[in-house]
Nanobody
Framework: QVQLVESGGGLVQAGGSLRLSCAASGSIFSIFTMGWYRQAPGKQRELVADISSGLSTNYADSVKGRFTISRDNAKNTVYLQMNSLKAEDTAVYYC????????????WGQGTQVTVSS
């Protein structure tokens, strides 16, 4: 089993910044990708950004140029630096991990609320 613990959510004014962190622990035995998803009320969960073990990144168009994903492989930790936040970024943000050699198996964090006031 893999455990993901997130931190860093909160309330911020539009134009402000927040940094999310997610630490993975447990049975981490293979190469894995980590990412951040978000789910706003009444909407489906969507990918925000992900990063491979080789540090290749992928971003949703809506956050390109504002959000930066990074990871520390020694700590099995992924970060999401969110700048120029907008009201539409308000959502519960979930950390996700999957092993590249085990398709279809995803691990999720408990979620952290990000609220951007306009």
């Amino acid at each position: 089993q893999v455990q993901l613990v997130e931190s860093g959510g909160g309330l911020v004014q539009a134009g402000g910044s927040l940094r999310l962190s997610c630490a993975a622990s447990g049975s981490i035995f293979s190469i894995f990708t980590m990412g951040w998803y978000r789910q706003a009320p009444g909407k489906q969960r969507e990918l925000v950004a992900d990063i491979s073990s080789g540090l290749s990144t992928n971003y949703a168009d809506s956050v390109k140029g504002r959000f930066t994903i990074s990871r520390d492989n020694a700590k099995n930790t992924v970060y999401l630096q969110m700048n120029s936040l907008k009201a539409e970024d308000t959502a519960v943000y979930y950390c996700e991990l999957h092993f590249i050699h085990i398709p279809g198996e995803h691990y999720w964090g408990q979620g952290t609320q990000v609220t951007v006031s306009s």
